[in-house]
């Protein structure tokens, strides 16, 4: 049985072997990025500019091709294969300087929270998808302590505006919790107008919290060019 399984996969991987999901070109495994698009997007900065009442912004990638379509698939094709890849991309940044940096005295780590609607419709929370398990590694184990008090739509194609009044007051806490003197980090899959992240940040800070920084997977800093 475990033969014919093997032949099944060898058969597949020769049929369809796996391809960068940007460019086409052949890799080693599925739906890893080849190392020309991988080298494009990699970008390990801070935002020169964290929108109050964030004090830091800290990106693993560019948000572009590439790690759009990583995030697509995962987000709106509920493709979980893609998760490999993108731990992948976290563990090659683990030891930089920049996280050391960013996690430096963090004593809560909070996903973005899905409304529940949405988490049902999905399944999951895309963000600790991607992020649990490197956190864990590094002792800081995600906490729910926020939800999405209303179910926001789909945010891609609105500015920043509009953003704001669908945002303000989406947020909460899941329930009473004390973070005076904290430092707490939000992370996120993809900060485009920080505007998600600012409103998370105000309830953390309305909670006490002293520092609210963010780590985003992919983050556009306004240096999105085209491919
Ligand atoms: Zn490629």
Redesign the pocket.
């Known amino acids: 049985m475990n033969f014919l399984l093997e032949l099944w996969r060898a058969a597949i991987y020769f049929l369809f072997p796996p391809r960068?999901p940007?460019?086409?070109?052949m890799v080693d495994e599925r739906y890893q990025?080849?190392a020309?698009?991988g080298e494009k997007i990699f970008c390990v900065d801070f935002y020169p500019r964290p929108p109050a009442p964030i004090d830091k912004v800290l990106r693993v990638t560019r948000y572009r091709n590439?790690s759009r379509e990583l995030l697509t698939k995962l987000k709106f094709d509920n493709n979980l294969n893609v998760v490999p890849a993108l731990k992948k991309i976290l563990d090659s940044v683990a030891d930089r300087d920049e996280i050391s940096q960013l996690l430096n005295g963090v004593k809560l780590v909070v996903p973005v929270p899905l409304h529940a609607e949405r988490l049902n419709e999905r399944g999951f929370n895309q963000t600790e998808k991607i992020f649990a398990d490197w956190l864990a590694a590094k002792n800081l184990p995600l906490e729910n302590i926020l939800i999405r008090r209303m179910p926001t739509p789909k945010l891609f194609d609105m500015n920043k505006t509009q953003r704001e009044k669908v945002l303000t007051d989406a947020f909460a806490a899941a329930q009473p919790v004390d973070l005076r003197g904290k430092s707490v980090l939000i992370v996120d899959d993809i900060f485009t107008t920080g505007t998600t992240c600012k409103e998370c940040a105000k309830v953390l800070k309305s909670l006490g919290a002293e520092k609210v920084s963010v780590l985003a997977f992919a983050a556009d800093f306004g240096d999105n060019l085209p491919n």
């Open positions: 960068c940007n460019c086409r070109e990025l080849c020309a698009c590439g």
